[in-house]
């Protein structure tokens, strides 16, 4: 059985407890390898290794630093079929998406961040004729990222790229859920010459080893992918030591679709962003309000689209809905869909646990449901499910809909669809999110800001905000004579 190491100072290394907890393949619910029980006292050597790391990565020119993080990023892409079935078989979701979402996508953060960080100016501003003041941004030092389940190399490398391009030394932890493409980009970093201590991944659990690195007076910042209580408990601990903070929470996004939308490709676009990766994303649109004049046509259509969703064992390339992470998410996404019914929801389709025969028999999959017959108020449309399930509920008007896709304590994203200009740009002024997409769902360019308002976080990542976060700025003042 696989037994995944630490990275600290370099090398891989045992938990000095020497103790593992198991790591189970979703689409079996059996274990396959182990994942260290890291302590404390792990997270302690990782910071040393990351405090004496620091003054030389932070000194090292900008092109060698780009240079190691471009290599990363190159042997990334050449194992992609190594890691997206690793990635795969971690997480239960369809190796068909690892193998073109989330590994390449991992690949262009190492990518985008080794060469923007080429490309950074400093501010200046010139005071009347008094005085000029330029403004020097350098690393903070040593930084801890923890990142979660869904998207385990792509949210992990979002963190770690922006951090070291800009000079910190870092601490990570991934999701004991799923640690094995951090540990296999371990291996990746030795090969691409990134000095020792520069990256320390400590494995482990979250209330454990995560605190850990919250807690540590040494680790200058933390950007933290999660849960919103998560988020509120990490956000609790590090106030106090006065901490930089970026905190990507939860989020219970609103697809709108008016009457005048290109109907095919809405219908495509909302099925896909509904049930991605199991609904597994922090983006996907769970609360889907059509208009009344197209309500019961895109309906019927959105649930024959979904019928024909395969449920399958996520090596098959033609599987489009693999098993949940782990059989407590499940069991949290089934109690999801009682509550819904309790709540008068009809189940138009799906809602189950699926058992697929041979070797997945005993996975974690859950048939993607579509719900209607719901109140916009109540929990099943207030709360996060990150599962596949989503609620329909008609509209008549926009300032129906916004009050009702505002609603929710979250804020992250929202896709709107409508062949209306004006409308487009009216509607996404007035929701409260992030993000919004109008007429696509996920479509990214690495430079924008990224995150959420209300309960869905603080801070924004990608581009410069990530840059800017993981570095002090400093005021040089000086008077002209
Ligand atoms: P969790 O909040 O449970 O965990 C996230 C990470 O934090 C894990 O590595 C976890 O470790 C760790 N952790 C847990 N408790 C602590 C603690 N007290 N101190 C430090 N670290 C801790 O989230 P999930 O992994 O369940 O991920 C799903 C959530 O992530 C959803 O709410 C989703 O919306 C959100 N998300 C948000 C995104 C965004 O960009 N806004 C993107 C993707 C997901 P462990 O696994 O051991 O518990």
Redesign the pocket.
Known sequence: MDQILNYIGGELVPPKSSTYLDNFEPATGAVYSQVPDSDASDVQAAVEAAESAFQAWSHTPVAERSAVLLEISRRIQESIADLAEAESRDTGKPVSLAKAVDIPRASKNFDFFATAIKHVENESHQTDREAINYTLRDPLGVVGC??????PLY?FSWKIAPALAAGNTVVA?????TPMTAYLLSQICMDAGLPPGVLNIVH????K???A??EHPAVKAIS????????A??AR?AAPQFKKLSL????KNPTIIFSDCPHEDTLETVARSAFSNQG????CGSRIYIQCELYEDFRDDLVDKVKAMKIGDPRDEDTNQGALVSQQ?MEKVLSYIQLAKDEGGRILTGGQREIVSGRCENGWFVQPAIIEGLDHTCRTNQE?I?GPVVTLTPFDTEDEVITMANSTPYG?SASVWTENLSRAHRVSQRLASGLVWVNCWMLRDLRTP???VKQ??VGR?GGWEALRFFTEPKNVCIKLR
């Open positions: 923890i990142s979660p389940w869904n998207l949210l932890k991934p999701s004991e859920l482990g659990l979250g209330n080893a995560g605190a690195i919250v933290f992918t999660g849960g919103t209580n998560t988020g408990e990490i601990v990507e929470l939860g989020g597994e994303i922090c983006l998410h996060e990150f992250l990224f995150g959420g869905s976080g990542e």
